[in-house]
């Protein structure tokens, strides 16, 4: 079983929670790690992903730590939605 990891960067511009993550996080940019894993069996490469994780500063770290923790894609992509959604402070 063939399987790749992508990162990427994802700027939220108001704090925002994700399902599953028990605090609300602030705004800021933040890697998302997606581990895919090859299908087996077909005439050309392709890939379903297994795993989406999101690197956030740990929980009552006062330092740098971060910590990685699985999310679901789509609580990924409904955080992103309602960031998008969300009024600015400044009001436009």
Do not use: C, W
């Amino acid at each position: 079983m063939t399987i790749r990891s992508r990162r990427e960067m994802v700027t939220f511009k108001h704090p925002f929670q994700i399902r599953g993550i028990d605090r609300r996080l602030p705004a800021g940019a933040y890697e998302v790690v997606t581990d895919e894993e090859m299908i087996e069996g077909l005439s050309f490469a392709s890939y379903r992903r297994v795993a989406t994780m999101i690197m956030v500063p740990a929980a009552g770290a006062r330092d740098a730590r971060m910590e990685m923790i699985s999310i679901g894609s789509v609580d990924l992509s409904d955080a992103q939605r309602n960031d998008a959604s969300a009024p600015d402070r400044d009001g436009s």
